[in-house]
C-alpha cells in the first residue's frame, strides 16, 4: 500500500513538470503559432543552470532563481534575432529552431562533456505520514508546480494580460486592429514560456542525471500531451499530461521505461488518430 | 480627414488595388459601393494596416500611416468593423469591449458609459459569451468594440449582411446619433442600397481596384438607376 | 524554358546527371582504394537523401524521422544475411531476399504508419515531431533488443551476394553502388514527373485546392510515404553491407536530422541537389571532423539555421532546378 502511494506520488511529480513544460510549449504555439523545438534545450539549460551553480559552489537555490531567468533571457534573445523573421513560415521555423536546439546541446557537450551529471537534492530529508516516507525535496518541487501552474492559469483567464493574449490567440489580426501590439505579446510571451521550460529543468536536475539527451526526452512526452490534450486549449494540457505522464509513470514502474514509451507513444497516436482535436479541443483544431 | 494617394496592394496574389485616390472630410459619412472582389474590403484592410501596400500613401489627420502596424493605426484613432463581424465569441461583452483599452492605465479599461447609452441592448447582456449573441446583436458589439477607445475614423464592412431590415434601421439610426453628437467621420463600404441612401452623405464607386465615380447621396435618391450603372455585369 | 517548346532538347537535370555519374564512373580510374570506399558509403547517403527529398521537398511533408526508415532496412538485410531470422536459411539467407525483406517490411510499416498520421489530420509540424518521436522510440527500442545486437548492433554483415557472385571487390562494389544510385535516382525522378508525382505538387503548392478538386490527398501523401521509406529501405540495406555493421545510430534521431541538414543544404526540392547534398556535408565531415571534432555539429546545426533562413533552395538547389523558380 505504502508503495502504491509513492508511485502515485512519484507519478504526480512527473504529470505536474509535464505540465510545466508543455505550458510553455502551448501557449507559444497557441500564441505566435510557432513550435520551438528548442524548447526541450531550454529545459535542458535550466537543468545544466543548477549543474554550474552546483560545481561553482553557489548551491541549488541560486540555481532554481537563476534558470528561469537565464533561459527567459535566452528565450527572449531567440525571439528577437530568430523567430521574429519566421513568423509567417510555419515549418521553417520549426526547423530553424531545431537547428538552434542543435547549437544549445552541442555547446552543453562541449562545456560539460557527455556525460550524465549529477547534482545533490537540496533538501534530502524524508516526511514521514505515519508509515511513509517521502522525500521532502519532490514534495517541494510539487508544491512549486502547482503553484506556478496555477499563477499561469490565473493571469491567462483572469487578468487583462491574459485576456489580451486569448484575443491574439482566436484572431490576431483582429486583436491588433483593436490597438493590440501582437508583436509586443510575442516577445512576452516566448520569454514566459521558454522560463517555464527552464524552472522545470532547474527542479528536476537533482532528481536526474543531468546528460545533454534529457531536453528531447521531456519535449517529446510534453508535444504528445499537447496533441492528446488539445492543442488549442490550456486546459488541455492539464488532461494531456495527466494522460501521458501518468501511463508513462505508471507502465514504467510496473514493466519497464522502454515498454512505458513504446505503450503510451502507441495510445498517443491512437488518441490522436481517433479524435485529431483532442480530449478537450472543441473545433477541430489541428 | 483621411487622403488616399494612388494607392496599390496585392491581396491573395492578385493586384486589388490599383491606383486608389480617395478622400474624406471630418464629419463627413460616406459610402463606398461596387460590384464583389472589385476591392472595396482591401481599401479597409489596407488602411488598417491589414494588408501590405505595394506603393502609394495613406494620410490620415495629416500624418502617413500606411507603413505603420495596425495597433499603431488603432491607438491613432481609426475604429474598424470588418465583414463578418470578427467578435471574440469565447469573451463576454465586456470583455470584448475592454480589449480596445488595453493600452490604457488599468483604471481607465472599463468601455465609456456612452457606449451603453447607444446601444442598450449590449448593457442588458454585460456578462454575456459573445457567441451566444443574436446576429445583430454581435454588429451592435463590433460597431461598439471600434466605437469603445473613442475614434475619429470609422471603418464599416458590410455591416448590414445577414441582418433584419428592423436591425439594420436601429444600427444606422444610431450611427446617425454618434455623428451628429460626436461629428465621428464613418467610411462604409455596402451592397444594401437602403441602408446606404438612410446614411450616407456621398457615396463612390469602385471597380478592378480604382475609383471610378463619386455623387452626393440627393442624385442617388433622385434617380437609384446611378447605383445599377456603376454595378452593372 | 517553358513547356510549350516542343524542339527536342536535354533537361537541365539530365544533363546534370549525366555529367555527374560520368564523372563518379570515371573515380575508380584514380586508383585511390580510400577514396573509393568513402565515396561509395557516400553514394549510399546519397540515395537516402533522395528519399528525403521525394517527400519533403516535393510534397512538403517534413519527416524528422527518416532514419527509421534507412535503420528498418539495414537491420532488415543484417539480420536477413546473417540468418538471424528464424525460419529464413539457405538460399532465403540471401542478399536478394534481404533487399526484398527490408524494402517490403519497411513500406508496409511505413503505409500503416502513415494511415495513422496522414488521415489523422496530423500534418505539418505535427507529423514532423510524431517522426521524430518513433525515431527516438526505435533507438531506444535497438539499444535494448538483446537479440539484435543491443547498443554495439551487429557486425560482420556479410557482403552483398548474388547468385554466388560475391561483391567484394572495391570497385565492383562501387560500381553496384553506383549503379543502384542512378537507378534509384531515375526511379524517384519518375515518380516526380509523372502524374502521380503532378498531382503531389500540387498538394504541396495548396492541399486544400488539391482536395477541393476531388484528391484524397490523404492516400497520396501515404503512398509517397511509403514509396520514400521503401528507397530510404534499400538504402538503409545497402548500407549494412557496405559498412558491414547495424547499430541503434542508424535508426535515431541523429542521423535522421543529419539527413534534414544534407537536404536543407543541397536543396530540397530537387533530387540532384539533395543527393549532392549529402555527398558534400558527409565529404566536409570526413575532412573537418578530426580538426572540429565537437565543433562540426555545432557547424552543422548553424548550416541548417542559415539554409532554412536565407538559403531555402540550398546550395546546389537553384543551379540544377529544371526550370526557373516562380
Known amino acids: ?286 | 480627414m483621411l487622403i488616399v494617394n494612388d494607392l496599390h496592394a496585392s491581396y491573395g496574389g492578385s493586384l486589388a488595388l490599383q491606383g486608389v485616390d480617395f478622400s474624406l472630410k471630418p464629419g463627413a459619412i460616406k459610402a463606398l459601393m461596387g460590384r464583389n472582389g472589385m476591392g472595396k474590403t482591401t481599401l479597409m484592410r489596407a488602411i488598417m494596416g491589414l494588408v501590405k501596400i505595394k506603393s502609394g500613401t495613406i494620410r490620415f489627420q495629416g500624418k502617413e500611416i500606411q507603413s505603420l502596424r495596425s495597433h499603431d493605426i488603432a491607438l491613432r484613432g481609426i475604429g474598424y468593423v470588418p465583414q463578418g463581424r470578427e467578435i471574440f465569441g469565447d469573451f463576454t461583452v465586456l470583455e470584448n469591449l475592454r480589449l480596445p483599452l488595453m493600452r490604457r492605465p488599468r483604471n481607465q479599461r472599463n468601455a465609456p458609459k456612452e457606449i451603453f447609452e447607444y446601444f442598450p441592448i449590449l448593457a442588458e447582456r454585460m456578462n454575456q459569451r459573445a457567441g451566444t449573441l443574436s446576429g445583430g446583436q454581435q454588429q451592435m458589439l463590433a460597431i461598439a468594440r471600434a466605437l469603445a477607445p473613442n475614434p475619429s475614423l470609422l471603418l464599416l464592412d458590410e455591416p448590414s449582411e445577414g441582418l433584419q431590415p428592423s436591425i439594420v434601421q436601429e444600427i444606422v439610426d444610431i450611427l446617425l446619433a454618434i455623428n451628429r453628437d460626436t461629428g465621428l467621420t464613418i467610411l462604409i463600404v455596402e451592397q444594401n442600397i437602403s441602408m446606404v441612401m438612410d446614411l450616407a452623405q456621398t457615396c463612390e464607386f469602385m471597380e478592378r481596384g480604382r475609383i471610378v465615380g463619386a455623387c452626393p447621396i440627393e442624385d442617388i435618391r433622385a434617380d437609384e438607376s446611378i447605383i445599377a450603372k456603376h454595378m452593372s455585369v | 524554358m517553358d513547356k510549350t517548346n516542343s524542339a527536342p532538347r536535354i533537361s537541365r537535370s539530365a544533363a546534370v546527371f549525366a555529367v555527374l555519374f560520368a564523372a563518379l564512373a570515371l573515380t575508380p580510374l584514380s586508383g585511390d582504394l580510400y577514396l573509393l570506399t568513402q565515396l561509395t558509403q557516400l553514394l549510399v547517403y546519397g540515395i537516402f537523401a533522395m528519399s528525403l527529398s521525394l517527400i519533403w521537398g516535393h510534397v512538403g511533408i517534413l519527416c524528422f524521422g527518416q532514419a527509421i526508415f534507412f535503420g528498418l532496412g539495414g537491420y532488415i538485410m543484417a539480420l536477413v544475411t546473417k540468418g538471424m531470422v528464424p525460419g529464413m536459411t539457405g538460399w532465403l539467407a540471401s542478399s536478394c531476399s534481404g533487399l526484398i525483406l527490408a524494402i517490403f517490411v519497411t513500406v508496409f510499416f511505413a503505409l500503416a504508419l502513415g494511415y495513422f498520421l496522414f488521415y489523422g489530420r496530423l500534418s505539418g509540424p505535427y507529423l514532423g515531431i510524431v517522426t521524430l518521436a518513433i525515431s527516438v522510440l526505435m533507438e531506444r527500442i535497438a539499444v535494448n533488443w538483446y537479440y539484435i545486437g543491443g547498443y554495439n548492433g551487429l557486425t560482420s554483415v556479410p557482403a552483398l551476394n548474388f547468385f554466388g557472385f560475391e561483391l567484394l571487390d572495391p570497385n565492383e562494389l562501387y560500381y553496384f553502388i553506383l549503379a543502384s544510385a542512378a537507378a534509384m535516382y531515375l526511379f524517384c525522378r519518375g515518380v516526380v514527373i509523372s502524374p502521380f508525382g503532378r498531382v503531389l505538387a500540387a498538394i504541396k503548392n495548396n492541399e486544400e485546392r488539391a482536395e477541393y478538386f476531388g484528391y484524397n490527398t490523404a492516400q497520396y501523401k501515404i503512398k509517397v510515404f511509403a514509396i520514400s521509406a521503401g528507397v530510404a529501405a534499400f538504402s538503409g540495406a545497402l548500407f549494412a553491407t557496405v559498412a558491414e555493421f547495424v547499430s541503434p545510430t542508424i535508426v535515431g534521431f541523429g542521423l535522421s536530422t543529419e539527413a534534414l541538414i544534407w537536404v536543407a543544404l543541397g536543396g530540397r526540392e530537387v533530387l540532384l541537389a539533395s543527393f549532392l547534398g549529402a555527398l558534400t556535408v558527409r565529404a566536409l565531415e570526413a575532412f573537418l571532423s578530426d580538426i572540429l571534432t565537437y565543433y562540426w555539429i555545432l557547424i552543422l546545426g548553424l548550416f541548417l539555421i542559415l539554409c532554412v533562413t536565407l538559403f531555402p533552395q540550398g546550395l546546389f538547389g537553384r543551379l540544377l532546378a529544371d526550370r526557373p523558380k516562380s
Open chain 1, 1 to 286: 500500500m505504502a508503495d502504491l502511494i509513492i508511485q502515485l506520488l512519484n507519478g504526480l511529480n512527473y504529470i505536474l513538470i509535464l505540465i510545466l513544460v508543455a505550458m510553455g510549449l502551448v501557449i507559444i504555439f497557441g500564441l505566435m503559432k510557432v513550435i520551438n523545438m528548442a524548447h526541450g534545450e531550454f529545459f535542458l539549460l535550466g537543468a545544466y543552470t543548477v549543474v554550474l551553480t552546483d560545481r561553482l559552489g553557489l548551491g541549488f537555490w541560486v540555481g532554481l532563481i537563476l534558470a528561469p531567468i537565464v533561459v527567459g533571457l535566452l528565450g527572449a534573445v531567440l525571439e528577437l534575432t530568430l523567430i521574429r523573421h519566421l513568423y509567417k513560415r510555419f515549418l521553417d521555423t520549426i526547423l530553424a529552431t531545431w537547428g538552434v536546439s542543435i547549437i544549445i546541446k552541442q555547446t552543453i557537450i562541449i562545456i560539460f562533456g557527455p556525460a550524465g551529471l549529477m547534482t545533490q537534492p537540496p533538501l534530502p530529508q524524508l516526511i514521514s505520514f505515519g508509515s511513509l516516507e517521502y522525500p521532502a525535496y519532490r514534495l517541494f518541487i510539487m508544491a512549486v508546480s502547482l503553484s506556478v501552474i496555477a499563477v499561469t492559469f490565473y493571469v491567462f483567464y483572469k487578468t487583462d494580460l491574459g485576456l489580451a493574449s486569448r484575443a491574439v490567440i482566436a484572431n490576431a489580426p483582429m486583436a491588433s486592429a483593436c490597438g493590440i501590439n501582437t508583436r509586443r505579446m510575442y516577445r512576452i510571451t516566448f520569454t514566459f514560456g521558454s522560463a517555464l521550460a527552464g524552472l522545470a529543468g532547474a527542479t528536476m536536475a537533482p532528481l536526474m542525471s543531468c546528460d545533454p539527451q534529457m531536453g528531447l526526452g521531456f519535449f517529446i512526452p510534453a508535444f504528445l500531451a499537447i496533441l492528446v490534450g488539445g492543442a488549442g486549449t490550456l486546459s488541455g494540457i492539464l488532461a494531456g499530461g495527466s494522460v501521458v505522464g501518468g501511463s508513462e509513470s505508471f507502465i514504467s514502474a510496473v514493466y519497464s521505461p522502454v515498454t512505458a514509451q513504446i505503450v503510451v507513444f502507441s495510445i498517443a497516436i491512437i488518441i490522436i488518430r481517433a479524435r485529431p482535436q483532442g480530449l478537450l479541443g472543441g473545433k477541430g483544431r489541428g
